[in-house]
């Protein structure tokens, strides 16, 4: 089966650091994606890992280690607009399926 | 470049009736995807087309149905209603290949069901 799990919801303050981790067991995987999702609107590409490591866009840094099966999202700098849910999703190339976490609810206060 | 476009961003249907939604890929893109969205489940995958063909499908029920037109736009149809259909439900297009595959969403169809 499927299993994607992440937390439910995370609290931090403006300008530290939040990290969203995601463990999954799924039968494919050929990456790992994040996407944002801010409420009543479409979800958002953030990063997408294949290999393990660490990625680094701006503010956000994304890590993977497929042996683990484990991965995670880190916030840096936290601004009020990055309160939004953070969601996880493992990507398996044949279908073009993404399955999805239940998503993290990142609530940013001053 | 225009994005995804879903049609309408609203619906409200009664119990036992069918809607048929509709999903305009960003251009050049082939593969286009459906997902529901509710609190409980949070995103759930419903089917993947690619040039008209259904290549994967989700745990859901025959009700729910779609296709894929020659020119890529999609829809989805759900038949006989029921109260637990009413979710957002998203449409994601991509280009074809492991090496470029981002989905982009659209807006989503909120579909209410009284």
Known sequence: GQNIDQPTEMTATEGAIVQINCTYQTSGFNGLFWYQQHAGEAPTFLSYNVLDGLEEKGRFSSFLSRSKGYSYLLLKELQMKDSASYLCAVYEAAGNKLTFGGGTRVLVKP | KAGVTQTPRYLIKTRGQQVTLSCSPISGHRSVSWYQQTPGQG??????YFSETQRNKGNFPGRFSGRQFSNSRSEMNVSTLELG?????????SLQGASSPEAFFGQGTRLTVV
């Open chain 2, 85 to 93: 259909d009413s979710a957002l439900y998203l449409c994601a297009s």
């Open chain 2, 43 to 48: 995103l759930q995958f419903l089917f993947e």
